[in-house]
């Protein structure tokens, strides 16, 4: 009988000891690349709980202002806003009315932080359409390019006006990069950056983000978005944006998608977010409800696994909690 033989390499040697572990660790995500996600609810008094999305509200006016104070405290890097207007109609008139409540929000949150968290706006018309579409649509009920960059141009401008860092054009339009840039530009908002959801999937994984807006879409978004089985078109999309003047480009949803991230990370020129959505967040928070997985082990490990495949910027609605939670924090 011969002695097993005794190992020569040995990789176990550096995790024995959370010191050596630590010592050697390849990925670490810090708070200052977390954005937070929020909701602003036009008209309403109290916060308002989203059912899919435990841990997460519809921001009343004082609200928002006091999450945002609370995530600038926790150091995180930015957040990101969402409107939900009470009046919707066809060509989401309120995505654009001065007072409308994403303005309003813009507003509000820089007049809170003012330059200690970066302020990142949605552009997009989905949440204030009546059809639901991230556009304007055409008399055969497709969604029309070309007359929705108008839309996203002006939208832009008027967050850009209320002090927003970043514009974030999530409608998958062609050519809305260019459009929004050239709009900010004529306004004299060189300085306003563009962050591109550049390969953003048709994906099952917004479900909760439509209780959140309130939003009943007709149909689904499979003529813009992309198909989620495209690994090589990410590369034409965030090529197209680049050449276009974004700033950023993101990759959404992040999870599921982490090839497509670890693609656009090799080889893109500018910064590389990503996106880790309601659906991603209501997953992991239903299994740990019941007790099926470790909370705080998971979301840690989702938001390294997201950096470890590239992300310089992560979106997260675990953010606040990311940079504040001791059993998340020592995991990060
Ligand atoms: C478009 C937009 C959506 C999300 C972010 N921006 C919805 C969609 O494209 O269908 C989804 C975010 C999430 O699910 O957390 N306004």
Redesign the pocket.
């Known amino acids: 009988m011969n002695a097993a033989p005794t190992p020569f390499h040995r990789p176990r040697r550096l995790r024995r000891t959370p010191a050596l572990r630590a010592l050697v660790a390849e990925t670490r995500v810090h708070p200052r690349e977390l954005v937070l996600?929020v909701f602003l609810k036009e008209g309403l008094d109290e916060p308002a709980p989203i059912g899919s999305m435990p841990g997460v509200v519809q921001h009343s006016r004082d609200s928002l202002r006091r999450e945002a104070a609370r995530a600038a405290e926790a150091g995180i890097g930015g957040i990101m806003l969402?409107g939900v207007p009470l009046e919707r109609d066809a060509v989401g008139s309120g995505a654009t009315a001065p007072d409308g409540v994403l303005n309003v929000a813009v507003e509000d949150v820089v007049a809170e932080v003012g330059d200690a968290l970066v302020v990142m706006t949605?552009v997009?018309l989905?949440?204030f359409t009546d059809h639901g579409h991230?556009g304007l649509l055409a008399a055969d009920g497709s969604v029309d390019n070309d007359a929705t960059l108008g839309r996203y141009a002006t939208m832009a401008v008027q967050h850009a006006e209320r002090g927003a860092d970043v514009v974030g054009l999530?409608?998958m339009m062609d050519g809305q990069v260019a459009a929004v840039r050239e709009a900010l530009d004529e306004a004299g908002f060189t300085s306003t950056a563009v962050l591109a959801?550049a390969a953003?999937y048709a994906s099952a994984?917004?479900?909760?983000?439509?209780e959140?807006?309130e939003s009943t879409?007709e149909g689904d978004?499979r003529a813009y978005?992309m198909n989620p089985g495209n690994r090589r078109e990410a590369a034409l999309e965030v090529g197209l944006d680049i050449a276009e003047g974004a700033d950023i480009v993101m990759v959404?949803?992040a999870g599921p998608y982490l090839d497509v991230l670890a693609d656009v990370a090799a080889t893109s020129e500018v910064p590389v977010a990503a996106?880790q959505?309601?659906?991603e967040?209501a997953m992991l928070e239903a299994a740990a409800a019941i007790g099926y997985i470790d909370r705080e082990r998971a979301i840690a490990e989702s938001l390294v696994a997201i950096r470890r495949a590239g992300a310089d910027t992560t979106l997260t609605?675990w953010a606040v909690e990311a940079a504040t939670n001791p059993a998340i924090q020592e995991l990060l």
């Open positions: 996600p969402f949605d997009c989905d949440e991230c999530s409608g959801y953003k994984f917004y479900g909760p983000f439509r959140a807006v879409l978004r978005q959404k949803p996106y959505v309601s659906g967040y609605y």
